[in-house]
Nanobody, 126 residues
Framework: QVQLVESGGDTVQPGGSLRLSCAASGRAFSDYTVGWFRQAPGKEQEFVAAIKRNGGHTYYADSVKGRFTISRDNVKRTVYLQMNGLKVEDTAVYYC???????????????????WGQGTQVTVSS
């Protein structure tokens, strides 16, 4: 089992930056693929980014590619989401999720992740 806690959400102006953290407790965090998802009011959950357990493979939604960077520090048991060039449409609650057995084709789909954090609010507004 792994428990996840997100932090770093805030209110920023368009064009600003934030770094979200997903801190994990429990065993064998390094064996988990970790993803970031977001959900805006009235909208469906949306895949943002993911990183495989060794950090060698990363995946991004087209909407954030080139602006967001996912990374992980397995010693600190933390996955980061660096968000630059934030837009109003990035406003959402951001969740991190983890799973040990994901195949690549399943990574963008939240239903395949077993473990979720409680979420952190990101608001982009002028």
């Amino acid at each position: 089992q792994v428990q996840l806690v997100e932090s770093g959400g805030d209110t920023v102006q368009p064009g600003g930056s934030l770094r979200l953290s997903c801190a994990a407790s429990g065993r064998a965090f390094s064996d988990y693929t970790v993803g970031w998802f977001r959900q805006a009011p009235g909208k469906e959950q949306e895949f943002v980014a993911a990183i495989k357990r060794n950090g060698g493979h990363t995946y991004y939604a087209d909407s954030v590619k080139g602006r967001f960077t996912i990374s992980r520090d397995n010693v600190k048991r933390t996955v980061y989401l660096q968000m630059n060039g934030l837009k109003v449409e990035d406003t959402a609650v951001y969740y991190c999720a983890a799973d040990q057995r994901l195949i690549t084709s399943s990574i963008p789909f939240g239903r395949h992740y077993d473990h979720w954090g409680q979420g952190t609010q990101v608001t982009v507004s002028s």
